[in-house]
């Protein structure tokens, strides 16, 4: 057993998946697109602001050759479909901004990648942005898609392409994994990667802030939950909320 930093840290999610043949990699399970890249942005932010609404990507990459634009964000707790697809859309308007040689050809990628669970119980969600008819069909006009996966529910009908990726994302939360559960040599390059061992001082600081701040958004959730529960509003009803489980609710 390997001993890791878990990737519900964005510190940690951003050392591994920034790195550009990880980012390439992981794209193609998901997208079947082959990138050709040779840097990673983090925290990238476009100028455009549309009411309170400012673009932030976590990691971001542009194959200008085949004028293809993919971000992957990282999500800790929920509360998150629409907030992504405003940086979707605005990742979109973006580039039509500031490109003198924008053609509807170019194609905006979105993968989010919730590490903690989602309530509809889903593995895989997607919104497709191309027209289609009453029977679903489409008609391959516009490829823009935004991809949310939530590795909690990986399971056997999730596409195999990227089955292996979300089980080592979600085997790593508890901060143990074993290697020999794993073909893929990409993700064992990660597993090395946030090796405890590997983790810098500076990088472990950031964890025990970014723990800091995730404990007092969860205190937060659960005094608004309590105050809720002396209202005798319903489990669910909170749950919907406040984005805590019904059963986080009961304990309380």
């Given at each position: 057993?390997?001993q890791?930093?878990?990737?519900?840290?964005?510190?940690?999610f951003k050392?591994a998946?920034s790195?550009?043949e990880?980012?390439k990699?992981?794209?193609?399970a998901?997208?079947?697109i082959?990138?050709e890249i040779t840097?990673?942005?983090?925290?990238?932010?476009f100028?455009?602001?549309i009411?309170?609404v400012?673009?932030?990507f976590?990691l971001?990459?542009e194959?200008?050759k085949?004028?293809?634009?993919?971000?992957?964000?990282h999500m800790?707790?929920e509360d998150?479909?629409?907030?992504?697809?405003?940086y979707?859309c605005?990742?979109?308007?973006?580039?039509?901004?500031?490109?003198?040689d924008?053609?509807?050809?170019t194609?905006v990628f979105?993968?989010v990648?919730?590490?903690s669970?989602?309530?509809?119980?889903?593995?895989?969600?997607?919104i497709?942005?191309?027209?289609?008819?009453?029977?679903?069909?489409?008609i391959?006009?516009i490829?823009h898609?935004v991809?949310?996966?939530?590795?909690h529910?990986?399971?056997?009908n999730?596409p195999?392409a990227?089955?292996?990726?979300?089980?080592?994302?979600?085997?790593?939360?508890?901060g143990?994994v074993n290697?020999?559960?794993?073909?893929?040599?990409i993700?064992k390059?990660i597993f090395?990667?946030?090796?405890?061992?590997?983790i810098?001082?500076?990088?472990?600081?950031?964890l025990?802030?970014?723990?800091?701040?995730?404990e007092?958004?969860?205190?937060?959730?659960?005094?608004?939950?309590?105050?809720?529960?002396a209202?005798?509003?319903s489990?669910a009803?909170?749950?919907?909320?406040t984005g805590?489980?019904?059963a986080?609710?009961?304990?309380l």
């Amino acid at each position: 057993m390997k001993q890791v930093a878990s990737l519900q840290y964005d510190v940690i999610f951003k050392k591994a998946f920034s790195k550009p043949e990880i980012f390439k990699a992981f794209v193609k399970a998901v997208l079947g697109i082959e990138l050709e890249i040779t840097n990673v942005d983090m925290e990238k932010t476009f100028d455009t602001k549309i009411g309170q609404v400012k673009s932030r990507f976590d990691l971001f990459a542009e194959d200008v050759k085949k004028r293809v634009i993919v971000d992957i964000q990282h999500m800790q707790h929920e509360d998150y479909y629409d907030r992504f697809l405003h940086y979707h859309c605005m990742a979109i308007l973006e580039q039509i901004k500031n490109s003198k040689d924008y053609q509807p050809k170019t194609k905006v990628f979105t993968i989010v990648v919730l590490t903690s669970e989602n309530k509809e119980g889903k593995d895989v969600l997607t919104i497709d942005f191309d027209p289609k008819d009453l029977q679903g069909n489409g008609i391959n006009k516009i490829a823009h898609k935004v991809i949310y996966l939530c590795p909690h529910f990986v399971n056997e009908n999730t596409p195999i392409a990227y089955r292996e990726w979300l089980k080592a994302i979600e085997d790593t939360l508890d901060g143990e994994v074993n290697e020999m559960d794993y073909e893929n040599p990409i993700i064992k390059e990660i597993f090395d990667l946030i090796e405890t061992d590997n983790i810098t001082n500076e990088e472990r600081y950031d964890l025990i802030e970014e723990n800091h701040r995730l404990e007092e958004v969860l205190t937060e959730k659960k005094n608004i939950a309590k105050n809720m529960l002396a209202e005798n509003l319903s489990h669910a009803f909170i749950a919907k909320l406040t984005g805590l489980s019904e059963a986080e609710i009961e304990k309380l």
